[in-house]
């Protein structure tokens, strides 16, 4: 949630060997929110709430980042290349202010950049993250089966209605599919939390991180050939609809998690 490209790449590879470990920097960062294993169920969904808005954790985040992907020391050359060009942008937001004597480039530059960088990120991530594995858990199935009961796929859509005559309840049902499709799915899951990737077949790409079998680029089909041509996926692979759901069910499984699963 807050590593620098050069951290996550490095910490990628341990991810996928031990996930939900120790030291597993999107599962300390939930921590680091509140959101750790063994408290009351209904206490996660206000934790989210103060993780998403809480300005104390909003600024952690955002000092987080700022030291850890925008230090001189690292990329030099690219800090610079940053800073001079929002510097540059502030500037002429400001001096076009004063010239217009109106606030309004001003809100433009934070409404297109300071707010998207810091706030948009923090909320995004937080909601990314939750969902994304089955956090702090701790398996007692061997093998693969303990492995993949951590990480589901997360399909960002409703189910389609069943199919059935035209009538007017069916015709109801898929008119709200498709109005909760493009104006919340596709705009707050696809467009917001997940962005456009492979990333909600997660158990694919973990069961073939390579790529090898799984064609990520058509992640939504190369899921379901697996399904057909994988025993062992059939028999492991699991998935959740809709955001909320996902983010439901991992509070579930926090809630069941023993407070002692707070590492
Ligand atoms: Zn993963």
Redesign the pocket.
């Known amino acids: 949630m807050t590593q620098s490209l050069a951290e996550y790449r490095a910490d990628h590879a341990v ?2 060997a031990s ?1 939900t470990m120790d030291d597993d920097p999107d599962q300390k960062d939930l921590g680091r929110l509140g959101i750790v294993p063994g408290l009351p169920r209904q206490e996660y969904p206000r934790r989210l709430v103060r993780a998403l808005v809480s300005p104390r954790l909003i600024a952690h985040t955002v000092a987080r980042r700022i030291s850890r992907n925008f230090a001189p020391r690292r990329r030099p050359l690219r800090t610079a290349c940053f800073a001079g060009f929002q510097a540059l942008l502030l500037l002429f937001a400001v001096g076009w202010s004063l010239r217009v004597d109106g606030p309004a480039p001003l809100i433009a530059w934070a409404v297109s950049w300071a707010l998207p960088l810091t706030i948009g990120h923090h909320m995004s991530m937080v909601l990314y993250a939750l969902g ?2 089955a956090w702090f858990k701790e398996s007692e199935e061997p093998g693969w089966s303990g492995y993949a009961e951590k ?1 589901g796929a997360r399909f960002f859509v409703d189910r389609t209605p069943d199919p059935a005559p035209w009538t007017p309840t069916h015709l109801r049902a898929w008119a709200r599919w498709w109005i909760r499709f493009m104006f919340w799915h596709l705009v707050v899951g696809r467009f917001f939390v997940i962005g456009l990737t492979d990333n909600g077949c ?1 158990d694919a ?2 069961a073939d991180p390579a790529g090898r079998r799984f064609d990520w680029a058509n992640a939504a089909y190369a899921r379901a050939d697996m399904l057909d041509g994988s025993p062992l996926a059939r028999a492991h692979f699991w998935h959740t609809w809709t955001l909320g759901e996902a983010i439901a069910q991992n509070f579930d499984q926090l809630a069941q998690e023993a407070r002692g699963g707070v590492r």
């Open positions: 991810h996928h996930l994304l594995h990480t997660h790409h973990h």
